[in-house]
């Protein structure tokens, strides 16, 4: 297993260190223009145009009516147009679910602002292609997904590649998927023996990246992928990831007016949201 380094921050906060400080002055001045809660998604846009996206944590939004206890757990609804960008980002590490997805489209709008400026990680290649397509994986090497995204697990299961899916919520795995699935708190069984990770975007949202990283053998490897991602290379290459997936969105109004109808990713990608891979160089 890997071994955190001594004063090491959380991934989250280091990616967010990390922009906050590239930044500089500019992120100071940005605050928020635009942001929308959605079904599937999370959306912020900032005052520059720039905008972001988190996947919004459904089963983290409180089931009583109106009252203080589940008010307390939204983001200030009604006070957040005009709020400095840095000062949401002061959620990264709240408890509440929604509090922590706000946060998260928000640095993800940060990333398009320095994105825009100075253009994509010069320590990592941008690919035009989905993230496992940037992965070369061996047959017979050993994949754990985390979290049941089909698309992959289709792809694992049409080349015979053995895999393994750690899930919280079996519900969302098919009759015959069933036998890949892993309960999530058997983690420290798996992973240790993979030679591939690959986790969902939301694992950042959870907090549960880091301790999921850290059970991996020194030389697996990981990949990181969904809108949640934060596209930055440098936290992420030191805990040994080697492709991260995310999104970029380019039209910032068009893709929060779409949220604001119920709009999924199948209504924004490739549309007012743009797929981008980067693969990081060691």
């Known amino acids: 297993m890997r071994t955190e380094q001594p004063g090491q921050k959380a991934l989250l906060a280091e990616l967010s260190s990390n922009v906050i400080d590239r930044l500089g002055a500019q992120a100071g001045a940005l605050s928020i223009r635009r942001a929308v809660?959605?079904?599937f998604f999370t959306g912020v846009e900032l005052s520059d145009g720039s905008g972001g996206l988190c996947a919004t944590p459904i089963k983290g939004i409180p089931q009583a009516v109106c009252c203080p206890s589940s008010?307390?757990?939204?983001?200030?609804?009604?006070?957040?147009?005009?709020?400095?960008?840095?000062?949401?980002?002061?959620?990264?590490?709240?408890?509440?679910?929604?509090?922590?997805?706000?946060?998260?489209?928000?640095?993800n709008a940060l990333v398009e602002t320095l994105w825009?400026?100075?253009?994509?990680?010069?320590?990592?290649?941008?690919?035009?292609?989905?993230?496992?397509?940037?992965?070369?994986?061996?047959p017979g090497q050993r994949v754990v997904l985390v979290g049941a995204f089909p698309p992959y697990l289709r792809e694992l299961r049409h080349r015979g590649q053995p895999f393994s899916v750690l899930e919280r919520d079996p519900a969302t795995l098919k009759a015959d998927e069933l036998q890949f699935y892993v309960p999530s708190e058997r983690a420290a069984d798996v992973l240790p023996e993979a030679d591939l990770m690959i986790a969902t975007g939301t694992t950042l949202l959870n907090g549960s990246?880091?301790?999921?990283?850290?059970?991996?053998?020194?030389?697996?490897?990981?990949?990181?992928?969904?809108?949640?991602?934060?596209?930055?290379?440098?936290?992420?290459?030191?805990?040994?990831?080697?492709v991260v997936g995310g999104t970029r969105v380019m039209e910032a109004g068009a893709a929060l007016?779409?949220?604001?109808?119920?709009?999924?990713?199948?209504?924004?990608?490739?549309?007012?949201?743009?797929?981008i891979t980067l693969r990081l160089k060691t």
Not at 83 to 99: G, M, N, S, T, Y
Not at 117 to 124: E, L, N, Q, V
Not at 266 to 271: D, E
């Open 37 to 39: 809660l959605g079904i």
């Open 71 to 107: 008010a307390g757990a939204m983001p200030a609804p009604g006070r957040l147009v005009g709020r400095p960008a840095v000062e949401i980002l002061a959620d990264l590490d709240r408890p509440q679910d929604l509090r922590r997805a706000l946060a998260i489209a928000t640095l």
């Open 116 to 138: 825009r400026r100075d253009g994509p990680p010069p320590d990592a290649e941008v690919l035009e292609c989905d993230a496992f397509d940037a992965l070369t994986i061996a």
């Open 209 to 242: 990246l880091d301790g999921l990283l850290c059970l991996l053998a020194p030389q697996a490897r990981a990949a990181v992928i969904g809108p949640t991602a934060v596209l930055v290379a440098g936290p992420y290459r030191q805990r040994g990831v080697v």
């Open 257 to 275: 007016d779409l949220l604001a109808e119920g709009g999924s990713g199948y209504h924004l990608f490739g549309k007012s949201v743009s797929r």
